[in-house]
């Protein structure tokens, strides 16, 4: 009843009124600056105030921002409720283009993803993991047609605890970009930044995660599917790996905003969150992506 509860209160503020689409918020904020704000006679100072006021800083959705009311792990566990909720936020932020004329640019970006015991007794946050990130993206016309671009990161991700129930780990990766029609395949491989074996949180977080990921990504109209895999390619019955599907669709027949979907995401393997990287979960969710 709580998650319930949760999510109609959460589509109710988000949703209610068609105003708050993002561009169009975005719009109210530089009007009333235009209307409403005295006129200050320093150029640079007008810039800075118009910047504090309009909350224009550049800053972009990165991977998915989503918000699931509704994940069920079909497993009973002692540790939770088999219901809980699951968001995400995830921004970018650019800071260079061109650097070395290759059309490549250079940015940060932060992703947090939590997991919120919402049927719970207190709704502790049983879990979130966080992700800063530096990565530089080129576009790759004079490569191959089909490739269109590719990026290296430097990424570290750690859930923020501490003592036996700390996780966390530092990579470089370099991901791809191919695509054929409407259909785009994403492979990535990654390398794991070495760390003194006293201060390794999860020394065997390879033998689960593996060195890298593939996903590929079809959008067709307004639908989206999404299949995400990951193995660690060990031939024995110590073969750990990951399959998922994110499906988003319109909701616009409910009158919710069009920049914001139905997401429905199926999963199967470890390491859905850092702190269950060597526990296999099953999970159904359900609920809102915000962007894709």
């Given at each position: 009843?709580?998650?319930?509860?949760?999510?109609?209160?959460?589509?109710?503020?988000?949703?209610?009124?068609?105003?708050q689409?993002?561009?169009?918020?975005t719009q109210?904020?530089?009007?009333?600056?235009?209307?409403?704000?005295?006129?200050?006679?320093?150029?640079?100072?007008?810039?800075?105030?118009?910047q504090?006021?309009?909350?224009?800083?550049?800053?972009?959705?990165?991977?998915?921002?989503?918000?699931?009311?509704?994940?069920?792990?079909t497993?009973?566990?002692?540790?939770r409720?088999?219901?809980?909720?699951?968001?995400?936020l995830?921004?970018?932020?650019?800071?260079?283009?061109?650097?070395f004329?290759?059309d490549e640019s250079?940015?940060?970006?932060?992703?947090?993803?939590?997991?919120w015991q919402?049927s719970?007794?207190?709704a502790?946050?049983?879990?979130?993991?966080?992700?800063?990130?530096?990565?530089?993206?080129?576009?790759?016309?004079?490569?191959?047609?089909?490739?269109?671009?590719?990026?290296i990161?430097?990424l570290?991700e750690?859930?923020?605890?501490?003592?036996?129930?700390?996780r966390?780990?530092?990579?470089?990766?370099?991901?791809?970009?191919?695509?054929?029609?409407?259909?785009f395949?994403?492979?990535?491989?990654?390398?794991r930044?070495?760390e003194?074996?006293?201060?390794d949180?999860?020394?065997?977080?390879?033998?689960y995660?593996?060195?890298?990921?593939?996903?590929?990504?079809?959008?067709?109209k307004?639908?989206?599917?999404?299949?995400?895999?990951?193995?660690?390619?060990?031939?024995?019955?110590?073969n750990?790996?990951?399959?998922?599907?994110?499906?988003?669709?319109?909701?616009e027949?409910?009158h919710?905003p069009?920049?914001?979907?139905?997401?429905?995401?199926?999963?199967?393997?470890?390491?859905?969150?850092?702190i269950?990287?060597?526990?296999?979960?099953?999970s159904?969710?359900?609920?809102?992506?915000?962007s894709?």
């Amino acid at each position: 009843m709580k998650v319930i509860l949760i999510f109609f209160i959460f589509t109710a503020f988000l949703f209610s009124n068609e105003k708050q689409k993002a561009s169009t918020f975005t719009q109210l904020k530089k009007d009333f600056f235009q209307t409403h704000i005295d006129k200050i006679n320093d150029e640079e100072t007008e810039d800075s105030l118009k910047q504090i006021v309009t909350s224009d800083f550049n800053l972009y959705p990165y991977k998915k921002n989503y918000f699931l009311p509704l994940s069920y792990d079909t497993k009973k566990r002692d540790d939770r409720e088999q219901f809980e909720t699951v968001f995400q936020l995830s921004v970018e932020k650019p800071f260079a283009y061109n650097i070395f004329g290759l059309d490549e640019s250079l940015s940060f970006a932060y992703t947090q993803k939590s997991f919120w015991q919402t049927s719970a007794k207190s709704a502790p946050f049983r879990e979130t993991n966080y992700q800063p990130e530096v990565f530089m993206v080129f576009s790759s016309n004079y490569l191959d047609e089909k490739l269109k671009a590719f990026k290296i990161s430097l990424l570290h991700e750690s859930n923020g605890r501490m003592g036996q129930s700390s996780r966390s780990w530092n990579r470089m990766y370099i991901e791809t970009y191919i695509q054929y029609s409407n259909l785009f395949f994403i492979p990535r491989l990654w390398y794991r930044i070495p760390e003194k074996n006293g201060d390794d949180d999860n020394p065997n977080i390879y033998n689960y995660l593996g060195y890298g990921d593939i996903t590929f990504l079809y959008p067709y109209k307004q639908y989206t599917v999404e299949v995400k895999i990951r193995n660690n390619l060990k031939l024995s019955s110590k073969n750990k790996g990951m399959f998922q599907v994110d499906w988003t669709f319109p909701l616009e027949k409910l009158h919710i905003p069009s920049k914001s979907f139905g997401f429905i995401r199926i999963f199967s393997g470890y390491a859905e969150s850092l702190i269950d990287y060597d526990k296999k979960i099953n999970s159904i969710s359900f609920g809102i992506a915000l962007s894709r």
